[in-house]
C-alpha cells in the first residue's frame, strides 16, 4: 500500500526497535523454547554414559556425569544388551536363548493336545 502523505509508517515492528524489549519479546521465549527442545536428548546423552551405580543412586546431581563409561553402548554392540536386558530369563535346559527365534522353535516342536 502506497502511503498518500509520504510518511513513514510507524505500524508493525517498530515496537522491537529498543534492545531491552526484542530481548524480553524474542530472545527470551526463544532460549526457553530452545531449551525445552532439546533437554531430552541432553538427558538420553547423559544416561548412556553413566554408570549403573549412578543411574540408580539419589545422591549427586542427576544433571551431570561423574565416571562417565561406555559399557552400556558396547554391551548392546556385542549383544549381550547389559545386565537387566533379560529381566531374569536364562537359558533353557535345551541350550537355546530366550529369544524370540528360539521361542518360536519351541513352541513348533510342541503339540497343542
Given at each position: 500500500?502506497?502511503?498518500?502523505?509520504?510518511?513513514?509508517?510507524?505500524?508493525?515492528?517498530?515496537?522491537?526497535?529498543?534492545?531491552?524489549?526484542?530481548?524480553?519479546?524474542?530472545?527470551?521465549?526463544?532460549?526457553?523454547?530452545?531449551?525445552?527442545?532439546?533437554?531430552?536428548?541432553?538427558?538420553?546423552?547423559?544416561?548412556?554414559?553413566?554408570?549403573?551405580?549412578?543411574?540408580?543412586?539419589?545422591?549427586?546431581?542427576?544433571?551431570?556425569?561423574?565416571?562417565?563409561?561406555?559399557?552400556?553402548?558396547?554391551a548392546l554392540a556385542s549383544g549381550r544388551g547389559g545386565k537387566h536386558a533379560g529381566h531374569g530369563h536364562?537359558?533353557?535346559?535345551?541350550?537355546?536363548?530366550?529369544?524370540?527365534?528360539?521361542?518360536?522353535?519351541?513352541?513348533?516342536?510342541?503339540t497343542l493336545l
Open positions: 500500500m502506497s502511503n498518500p502523505n509520504n510518511q513513514v509508517d510507524t505500524v508493525g515492528m517498530s515496537f522491537l526497535d529498543s534492545l531491552p524489549r526484542k530481548m524480553v519479546t524474542v530472545y527470551l521465549p526463544l532460549l526457553v523454547f530452545l531449551i525445552v527442545l532439546l533437554f531430552p536428548f541432553y538427558w538420553m546423552a547423559i544416561t548412556s554414559v553413566k554408570p549403573e551405580a549412578e543411574l540408580l543412586s539419589r545422591d549427586g546431581n542427576p544433571f551431570w556425569v561423574i565416571k562417565p563409561t561406555l559399557a552400556h553402548m558396547v536364562e537359558k533353557r535346559e535345551s541350550g537355546e536363548a530366550n529369544t524370540a527365534h528360539g521361542t518360536l522353535d519351541q513352541l513348533s516342536r510342541t
